[in-house]
């Protein structure tokens, strides 16, 4: 039986593409991307070969950021803001994440948004609640939120005060 080295692999495809698209997500850049690849394809991985995978994601994310929600049904929002670690330019470092999850009536959860906005203020979380608006999303009969003021401030100021459960423990 012949064994197989990892330059034998046929060219980039789909899951080179993930593979590339998921180093610069965990915050390398592309010539550490190229090199690191060089190896796995015989040196055929080269610059415009990760520019255009990263182009491909950045355009797929733009796309899905965009999407109507016109046709979403949603009954009740979560929302909650949340930070992760990540390495930007060779340091650790902290991002506020704000989290905007739907569930439909079938109790299937939805991504609806996913935003890096620095913080959890009022102003912040008006300029998520705005786009989900501009993109079509209703009402929701219910709202989970974790009780941060600028949340509540920035749904006040959105006319989307409805019921909603301060998900708080012991709250």
């Given at each position: 039986m012949e064994e197989r080295g990892l330059a034998s692999l046929p060219a980039p495809d789909a899951w080179a593409d993930a593979l590339i698209a998921s180093t610069y997500l965990?915050?390398?850049?592309?010539?550490?991307?190229?090199?690191?690849?060089?190896?796995?394809?015989?040196?055929g991985v080269g610059k415009d070969v990760v520019s255009r995978v990263w182009r491909k994601v950045k355009t797929d994310w733009d796309v899905w950021n965009a999407r109507s929600l016109q046709d979403e049904p949603m009954v009740r929002l979560i929302f909650d803001g949340t930070v992760v670690r990540v390495r930007l330019d060779r340091k650790a470092t902290s991002i506020s994440l704000l989290v905007v999850i739907g569930v439909r009536v079938d109790g299937q959860k939805v991504l609806l948004a996913i935003k890096s906005m620095g913080g959890e203020t009022t102003e912040a979380w008006r300029t998520v609640l705005d786009d989900l608006v501009a993109r079509g999303l209703r009402r929701p009969q219910f709202l989970i939120v974790d009780g941060a003021p600028g949340l509540d401030k920035a749904l006040a100021a959105a006319g989307m005060a409805c019921r909603h459960k301060d998900a708080r423990w012991g709250r």
């Open positions: 965990a915050g390398t850049n592309t010539r550490r991307v190229r090199r690191a690849l060089a190896a796995v394809f015989a040196g």
